[in-house]
């Protein structure tokens, strides 16, 4: 700690700049890194070397080595490289390598060599070659830009989801422009390239030139460009050691120097922390690195072997065959703390703080002094945010130790800044180990998000120390240990050294009830691993029947499927796997399946009956349901247009019955088809529809057409009983008013169904007489022809209208008569009318009851009345105005 500000570079007035150790590499690597492809992630990512790059004999000892390795130097992954030649090496957001060739083809591998996928640039890419590529990132994904033999550009911006655009071409471009590179301006992806002393943009329509402002003219030819991590800022170094900083949009010069080092520089990359306002870059030579900024000074640094430069959110990684090594702008909170003589209350606070572990009276004077100035909680703030920025555990505890002792002295200090840091340092602290490897910064982890960070160590299969990371943070079982023993299952099926039955049981041991583990995710990851099996084994502790379902038909496991969606109870389950199965099975097959599984045959029969008749009549065929068969032949004869069609359907339907031995249903059958063949006669004969009506409606239609033989035949023929053929002619009778034929009907034989009066006939007849009265009842009489009622109208007056409702049984009003007739009773049709209305409905009724009044609450005689005279006079009080013999 009393040298703590030995290794601060200063850059200008305000600005620290500071380069310290982060592992010493023992990858033991023979090349130097300027004969390798290197790719390095970022966030602390993994490391990728292609060995023997440039070499290009076929023989198997000379083929490049493909290797990754952790930020630490450790091994993860390597393999020969027996593809095409490679030109460029880069990493996805998500840590897979991409590794471009020179034919175009981009080969996807994750972090232990295991090929992945790979996809083409295109067509044009092929035939004129890889000249330069690059990785760019964007809010779109990762996307890949490529220079192309013929001075072309084409790029994608998200390889998950490959556009292809190739770029406009540059107007008189004869050889390869000296630096480009991808930018993003208004979410849309451009390329900037040099030729010479002119800048080119290219966007999606148009290749323009630009000139940066501010831009001196005599700065000379570009010779390399770099973009801010966040892709805002832009960098440009001239053949005369100029260093041009602005904007990447162009509009805004930032800062310029001049490092008077005309030689092309090796690699050229930002340094510069979020929401700070110094801008810097760093640039490498073989054997120098510059911090170049806003100062008229820079920051050099002797490079003892040749390195790689890392760009990150917060500062540069610089790699060689021996260190790795952190350059970073020191944040203000560190600056106020630990700068000489500095009078921070977080500077007094730490020595307050050490003076109090000396048992020393001057931690009380640190502290009043802070406390007077009314700075204690700001003190205490800045020691818990620069104990964040630190890298050496015992730098961060003594900051730390610092806060904890002056949240002691401050009344009500809300604790959760503290113990956040602390929990966040402890899980920064296990990453950075050397077996783990992932250098992450306070800044880096808080963007990358602990969610990312925790897949990251999954995807290095650390998951021992994933778990109790989560188990530390207290994190939800299904956003941390549950899916971190998912993907460890996943992996666990992948090892093939084992028996499928221990795998099995070792995951289900490990895994058991876990709440948001689906064990048919498992079960598809081993049965892409070629592991059939053991996916069934996994299966069986899947407990949701619809996940087992889809995985088992994939598997071609259609019988098991069926079995386990039967035992759902799940009927859009079941109806999935027979439909799958009717595809994938011949018919027999199919057929013979579904016998064994009586709930699945029950429920693909009602499927065909409203989808696939056909397809049911050869199940009713195969199974010699013949009762089943024949009420399909009688449904669809009703789909039948002809007669002919229709008959023919309902002969099979009899066929059929006969063999269920069914004899009711075939005679009912037969009489169907009887009825069809006359009902079309009758249709020809008498030229009105009688298709399709029943036996009743047929007779009842006949009788109200006066075909009354026809209907005499049909109830010889069918052997309708005397009842109903009674009622049913009594009430087409009534309906139709034929009170001759009814009185003829009436005397043709006895009555089976007696004379009761309150019956539904004798209710029709009522009916029919009511509607009949009415047709001759007047309803309007003029006062002018009431000459017994109440004499003529005054003079002056017109005579008004009246209306008169006579109660039922009641002499119908109108001009007065000795005879009591009706107005009309002098017609001798209407008297022979009522007459024989009269007579008919007393061969079907009783008259009424001794209480008197309308309606059917009579009593019932104990005998029939016999006399035809007596019926006549019983029927005349129901026709009021008919003339009775004497």
């Not at 009830?513 to 892409?528: F, L, M, Q, V, W």
């Not at 030229?687 to 399709?692: A, G, R, S, W």
């Not at 009622?789 to 109660?807: D, H, I």
Request: with cysteine; charged share 25%; net charge positive.
């Amino acid at each position: 700690m009393d040298c703590y500000t030995a290794n601060w570079n200063p850059l200008g007035e305000e600005a620290f700049y500071r380069k310290f150790e982060l592992y010493a590499m023992e990858w033991s690597l023979k090349e130097d890194l300027r004969d390798c492809l290197v790719a390095a992630a970022p966030y602390g990512g993994p490391i990728a070397l292609l060995k023997n790059s440039g070499r290009k004999e076929k023989s198997p000892s000379a083929r490049p080595l493909l290797e990754i390795y952790s930020a630490s130097g450790l091994l993860l992954a390597s393999i020969p490289w027996k593809s095409g030649q490679l030109v460029h090496l880069g990493w996805t957001a998500s840590e897979d390598l991409l590794c471009i060739q020179e034919d175009g083809t981009v080969l996807i591998y994750n972090l232990f060599c295991e090929f992945k996928r790979h996809f083409s640039m295109g067509n044009e890419v092929l035939q004129n070659h890889v000249l330069e590529a690059k990785v760019f990132h964007t809010e779109y994904g990762t996307g890949v830009a490529i220079l192309t033999g013929a001075h072309r550009f084409s790029l994608t911006t998200n390889i998950d989801d490959l556009k292809l655009r190739r770029m406009p071409e540059v107007p008189g471009l004869q050889k390869p422009p000296s630096c480009w590179a991808v930018l993003s301006q208004d979410r849309v992806t451009i390329v900037l390239l040099a030729v010479g002393q002119d800048l080119y943009l290219l966007d999606n329509t148009s290749c323009s030139v630009v000139t940066p402002p501010g831009m001196s003219p005599a700065a000379g030819a570009y010779l390399r460009m770099a973009v801010s991590f966040n892709y805002r800022c832009l960098a440009l170094f001239t053949d005369t050691g100029y260093i041009w900083m602005g904007l990447s949009t162009l509009k805004e010069k930032l800062c310029e120097f001049n490092s008077s080092i005309r030689s092309p520089p090796k690699q050229m990359v930002w340094c510069m922390r979020p929401r700070s306002r110094q801008r810097a870059v760093v640039v490498a030579w073989d054997r120098q690195l510059m911090v170049a900024g806003n100062s008229t000074e820079c920051i050099q640094f002797v490079l003892d072997e040749d390195s790689y430069l890392v760009p990150e959110l917060d500062g540069v990684r610089i790699l060689s065959r021996t260190s790795h090594e952190f350059l970073h702008e020191i944040p203000e909170a560190s600056q106020e703390i630990f700068k000489i003589a500095s009078m921070a209350p977080g500077a007094l606070l730490l020595e307050a703080q050490k003076e109090y572990e000396k048992e020393s009276q001057k931690a009380d004077e640190y502290l009043r002094e802070i406390k007077d100035q009314k700075l204690l909680p700001e003190a205490v703030s800045q020691c818990i945010e620069a104990a964040g920025y630190e890298h050496e555990p015992e730098t961060q505890k003594s900051l730390l130790r610092a806060a904890s002792f002056g949240k002691c002295f401050i009344d009500k200090f809300p604790p959760e800044s503290f113990v956040r840091m602390c929990q966040d340092l402890r899980v920064l602290n296990a990453i950075r180990d050397y077996q783990i490897g992932i250098p992450l910064t306070f800044t880096q982890y808080k963007r990358l998000t602990i969610e990312v960070l925790l897949d990251r160590l999954v995807l290095r299969r650390l998951y021992p120390l994933a778990i109790r990371i989560c188990e530390y943070l207290r994190l939800s079982e299904i956003q941390g240990v549950s899916r971190i023993l998912a993907h460890w299952a996943c992996y666990k099926v992948q090892q093939k050294d084992k028996s499928d039955e221990e795998v099995a049981h070792a995951i289900n041991q490990k895994l058991g009830d876990t709440p948001g583990i689906s064990y048919s995710e498992i079960a598809a990851r081993a049965y892409d691993c070629g592991r059939t099996e053991l996916a069934i084994k996994l299966l069986e502790y899947e407990p949701r029947s619809g996940e087992q379902v889809p995985l088992l038909l994939k598997m071609k496991r259609s019988k098991l499927a069926l079995s386990k969606a039967i035992e759902s109870g799940d009927t859009d389950l079941v109806y999935t796997v027979v439909l799958h199965l009717k595809n994938e099975l011949n018919r027999g097959t199919f057929f013979m399946t579904l016998q064994n599984q009586p709930v699945a045959l029950s429920l693909y029969r009602q499927f065909c009956k409203h989808q696939e008749r056909k397809t049911l009549k050869d199940l009713y065929n195969q199974d010699d349901n013949h009762q089943e068969l024949g009420n399909f032949h009688v449904h669809s004869s009703y789909s039948e247009q002809r007669i002919e069609g229709r008959v023919g359907a309902l002969q099979n339907a009899v066929d059929a019955y006969y063999k269920a031995k069914n004899e009711f249903a075939a005679k009912a059958t037969e009489d169907q088809i009887k009825l069809l063949r006359l009902q079309r006669h009758l249709q020809e004969d008498f030229d009105k529809p009688y298709l399709d009506l029943s036996l009743h409606d047929t007779v009842s239609n006949l009788i109200l057409d006066g075909h009354h033989k026809r209907a005499e035949q049909l109830y010889r023929e069918f052997k309708i009983p005397d009842k109903r053929y009674w009622w049913l002619k009594i009430s087409a009778l009534a309906t139709r008013g034929d009170w001759e034929e009814m009185e003829k009907f009436s005397k043709s034989k006895k009555s089976p169904i007696g004379y009761l009066g309150p019956g539904p006939s004798g209710r029709r007849c009522h009916r029919a007489q009511e509607r009949e009265r009415d047709e001759l009842r007047p309803v309007q009489v003029h006062r002018q022809h009431r000459r017994g009622r109440g004499g003529e109208a005054e003079p002056g007056q017109s005579p008004a209208p009246e209306e008169v409702t006579p109660a039922l049984g009641a002499a119908p009003p109108g001009p007065a008569s000795t005879d009591g007739a009706w107005p009309r009773a002098g017609d001798l049709h209407h008297r022979r009318r009522a007459w024989c209305r009269a007579r008919a409905c007393a061969a079907v009724m009783l008259p009424w009851g001794r209480h008197g009044g309308p309606g059917w609450g009579g009593w019932r005689a104990p005998l029939p009345l016999r006399s035809p005279l007596i019926k006549c006079r019983a029927a005349a009080s129901l026709c009021p105005g008919a003339k009775l013999p004497p």
